[in-house]
């Protein structure tokens, strides 16, 4: 079983909807982070986490929360979603400095 | 704010080839500087990784050494098989100010030929 664990794995939903994505980990890590891919733009951190009471805005944050609900589950949510967050989404966490960040395998999110 | 800046793509190459991915950064501080491989269908994985000027980072026959004289920390491989087709992305860490995540660059997909 892999390590950070994400679901769904791919989703195709309407404007306006509510969606999660989940995000759980075996690793053990107090840090955990969501970033979305997009090509030509690489990885754009939207939000992170270094404990369960800590919650941080990335670069990206907009149009989108986060809820940290254990120490192994961290959730995405579009509140209303948008064509533009059509993207690849990973969820990643990491050891007490940040350098090694262990991925999930992604989630892909269409927003028609 | 700190950038990492890395060649275009797509890059081509014929199997047993001399690599060379191009990756430069603006950083305050003294940032740790890494690469990142995604393979097909993956999540990134670390390939390697320096944390101070003039270490060389290694892995899997690549190499890259951190040159903070020209702020750059190129991506080498002597021959590439075709197992190494995949997306390479450059990353920084800047600790300093608190500033304790990753910055990417936007990746670099490298195809190698038979």
């Known amino acids: 079983d892999a390590d950070v664990t994400q679901t769904p794995r791919n989703r195709i939903t309407k404007t306006g909807k509510r969606i999660m994505l989940e995000c759980s980990q075996t690793?053990?890590?107090?840090?955990m982070y969501w970033y979305r891919q997009d090509p030509g733009l690489g990885l754009r951190l939207i939000y992170y986490?270094?404990?369960?009471?800590?919650?941080n805005k990335g670069e990206i944050s907009d149009g989108y929360s986060v809820s940290r609900q254990a120490q192994a589950k961290f959730s995405l949510s579009l509140e209303s979603a948008i064509p533009n967050q059509t993207a690849l989404y990973f969820c990643?966490?990491?050891?007490?400095?940040?350098?090694?960040?262990?991925f999930g395998e992604g989630s892909r999110l269409t927003v028609l | 704010g700190d950038s990492v800046t890395q060649m275009e793509g797509p890059v081509t190459l014929s199997e047993e080839a001399f690599l060379t991915i191009n990756c430069t950064y603006t950083a305050t501080g003294y940032p740790s500087l890494f690469w990142y491989v995604q393979y097909p269908g993956e999540g990134l994985q670390l390939l390697l990784k320096?944390?101070?000027?003039?270490d060389k980072g290694s892995n899997k026959g690549f190499e890259a050494t951190y040159r903070k004289e020209t702020t750059s920390f190129h991506l080498e491989k002597g021959s590439v098989q075709v197992s190494d087709s995949a997306v390479y992305f450059c990353?920084?860490?800047?600790?300093?100010?608190?500033?304790?995540?990753?910055?990417f660059g936007t990746g670099t997909r490298l195809t190698i030929i038979p």
């Open positions: 320096a944390t101070k000027a003039d």
């Open positions: 986490s270094f404990d369960v009471k800590d919650i």
């Open positions: 990643a966490t990491s050891d007490l400095f940040v350098g090694e960040l262990f």
């Open positions: 990353a920084l860490s800047a600790p300093a100010f608190g500033n304790e995540k990753l910055t």
């Open positions: 690793k053990g890590h107090d840090r």
